[in-house]
Every structure is written in structure tokens, then in C-alpha cells.
């Protein structure tokens, strides 16, 4: 069964930095490209970003809302994928989800993780 | 890059059909056959319903179809039942410098 999990979510003020963790199992996950999202309160889903298998180079790419100040990497050996958000701005307030990147679609999804930034 | 085009909301009774439209331009639903679309229930992780237009993943019942013409795709659910009621999102690749762009998500509301 595929499994996925975010973690690190939290309180933060503005400015500082978090870090989100995607924990997979049930899957190879080195076979896959690995996406993050976000869903500010009572809005919409938006994609953030996403870092590709190491077959394709384990390249990243970023909506532009966040370039420049988030990056993703994934640690195949540990199956888990991670979000880096530095200079963290009120606007960034969301859930965060990871899911699995299957061609262009995502196809397993995690819960999600609340992030709060504030002063 | 401007969120695709969604009715905020339709709704049927059960055992109607209801179909969603989802409005893009030729650099993103016009222009590649990567649409897909998304349920989440309140509190809950989306779940996938529809990829490459018209694809249904296993396990996603067979009254949930996708379509697509022109700018536009369409998803439609045959005998609504109350479990389905729910937001439902598409997205849509936009190409190499976008990626991906969603719907700004439907409710449905199953009378």
C-alpha cells in the first residue's frame, strides 16, 4: 500500500525559515519525480513544486510564487522528500501537501501539514 | 500564470448527472492532452479522479468521466450519489516554464 506522510509543519514567524518532510513507503520511490502543494485557508489548491527521479537528473522545478526562496531535494535511500521554505511570508500560510508525480499527474497524496506564519 | 476557469458551484440530485468545465487557453489545457482532476472532501487530501483527459485511475468508479474540446475539459459525474459530494479541482500542464496551473475548485452539492 502507498503511503504518504508530511511532517514539520508549524508556527513561524516571518522571515524565518521551515523545513517539510515527505515520508513514502509502498513504492519505488526512486522511480519517481516527487511534487509539493499548498492550500492557503478556504482557498484553492496550488502547485509549488517538484524535484524529478535521479533518472532524470533529480532537477527541480518552481511555481513562480516561490522561486528563490523554497527548494526541494529527496534522499532516495530514505524514501522521503523534502520542502525548504526560507523568508517566509505571511501569504504562505497553507496546508502542504507532497504527493507522488506520475507522468504529469499526482496520484497518491499526503494529509498535509499546517503552516503558520506570524509574528 | 491565471488559475483555470471553474463554476464555483454546481449541484443534482442523486442519480442526475452533473458536469464541471474547466477553461484554460491553448498554453495550457488547449495545448496538451495533461488535464486532471481532483476531489477532496472538507479536512481531506485530494484524491485523483481523472488524468490525461479521460483516464480513470483503478479504484475511481466508472460514472466519473473526463472529457476535453478545445480550451475547455469537462468532468462528469453519472448518477450522483451523496458521497460525492465534495470540491473538485483540474489542473492542467501549462508547459516548461508554468508547469502546472489548477482550477480555482467546484463544489458540488448533492441535493
Known amino acids: 500500500e502507498v503511503q504518504v506522510v508530511e511532517s514539520g509543519g508549524g508556527l513561524v514567524q516571518p522571515g524565518r525559515s521551515l523545513r517539510l518532510s515527505c515520508t513514502t513507503s509502498?513504492?519505488?520511490?526512486?522511480?519517481?519525480?516527487m511534487s509539493w502543494f499548498r492550500q492557503a485557508p478556504g482557498k484553492g489548491l496550488e502547485w509549488v513544486g517538484f524535484v524529478r527521479s535521479k533518472h532524470y537528473g533529480g532537477t527541480t522545478e518552481y511555481a513562480a510564487s516561490v522561486k528563490g526562496r523554497f527548494s526541494i531535494s529527496r534522499d532516495d535511500s530514505k524514501s522521503i522528500a523534502y520542502l525548504q521554505m526560507n523568508s517566509l511570508k505571511i501569504e504562505d500560510t497553507a496546508v502542504y501537501y507532497c504527493?507522488?508525480?506520475?507522468?504529469?499527474?499526482?496520484?497518491?497524496w499526503g494529509q498535509g501539514t499546517l503552516v503558520t506564519v506570524s509574528s | 500564470q491565471s488559475a483555470l476557469t471553474q463554476p464555483r458551484s454546481v449541484s443534482g440530485s442523486p442519480g442526475q448527472s452533473v458536469t464541471i468545465s474547466c477553461t484554460g487557453t491553448s498554453s495550457d489545457v488547449g495545448g496538451y492532452n495533461y488535464v486532471s482532476w481532483y476531489q477532496q472532501h472538507p479536512g481531506k487530501a485530494p484524491k485523483l479522479m481523472i488524468y490525461?483527459?479521460?483516464k480513470r485511475p483503478s479504484g475511481v468508479p466508472d460514472r466519473f468521466s473526463g472529457s476535453k474540446s478545445g480550451n475547455t475539459a469537462s468532468l462528469t459525474i453519472s448518477g450522483l450519489q451523496a458521497e460525492d459530494e465534495a470540491d473538485y479541482y483540474c489542473c492542467s500542464f501549462a508547459g516548461s516554464y508554468t508547469l502546472y496551473v489548477f482550477g480555482i475548485g467546484t463544489k458540488v452539492t448533492v441535493l
Open positions: 504527493a507522488r508525480h506520475n507522468g504529469y499527474f499526482f496520484d497518491y
Open positions: 509502498g513504492f519505488t520511490f526512486g522511480d519517481y519525480a
Open positions: 490525461d483527459v479521460s
